[in-house]
């Protein structure tokens, strides 16, 4: 996380589980493990064998162990692949977990890339809505199977998951959050760390660099 982004969160409330972060560990071990190997046992001078699980690990870090979303004192930091994001909690509007966390503030919808739903899940949940549509359809011919259809989803509602909890968590922060005394006089008064204070986007050296030497890596295989 950039220096400008920690200053305005302030001290971090809870972290949430990256979606994928497991996964994308396991693919950096597994690739610099290949590196390794092939730089013991590549003989005929060829560098591609461990010079590609190398960019590969480099890529692998940046799109799925980096990402990641946390919670702060001042509010929501959304650290993505090559930028990180300060959302004051004053300024969230909605949120909602996708296949990103989206975030809405304004007119604008700012997208946490560390945490989202599978499109899998998404389908599921949307073929769920079709059936219980269906079932107000002909809920007239007999109205006990729309009775127990609304007790199925009433109990699934019940059933906490990791996407419901984090929606809640974020709207617990930001009702609890301090209200602005008074926004119209504080506006230009609003610094670092103020709850009050504009959204913040920082890109990010360590990621960038990453990509850097990865592009570099790939590019010495073939000269």
């Known amino acids: 996380m950039s220096n400008a982004v920690a200053e305005s969160a302030g001290p971090v409330r809870e972290k949430f589980g990256a ?3 497991g996964f994308g560990y396991a693919v950096v071990a597994l690739s610099l493990l290949v590196a390794g190997v092939a730089a013991l046992t590549t003989y005929d001078g060829s560098r591609a064998p461990y010079l590609l699980p190398l960019a590969f690990a480099a890529v692998a870090w940046v799109g799925l162990v980096r990402p990641d979303v946390t919670a702060h004192e001042n509010g929501l930091v959304l650290r993505n692949m090559l930028h990180d994001t300060f959302v004051p909690w004053s300024r969230i509007d909605h949120t909602e977990v996708a296949q990103t966390l989206r975030v809405t503030v304004g007119d604008e919808v ?12 998404l389908r599921k949940e949307k073929r769920k809505y079709s059936r219980m549509q269906g079932m107000v359809q002909w ?10 259809e609304k007790e199925t989803r009433a109990l699934e509602a019940k059933l906490p998951t990791v996407h419901s909890y ?3 968590r974020i709207r617990d922060f930001r009702r609890s959050a301090a209200p602005p005394v008074d926004e119209a006089a504080a506006g230009d ?13 920082v890109w990010a050296v360590w990621p960038v660099a990453a990509l850097v030497v990865a592009a570099v890596l790939v590019v010495a295989v073939f000269v």
């Open 139 to 148: 809920a007239a011919n007999d109205p006990d199977a729309l009775h127990r």
């Open 110 to 121: 700012l997208h946490g890339v560390g945490l989202g739903r599978s499109g899998r899940s």
């Open 19 to 21: 979606s994928g972060r």
């Open 166 to 168: 984090v929606e809640e």
């Open 189 to 201: 008064a609003a610094g670092p760390g103020d709850s009050r204070a504009d959204v913040l986007t």
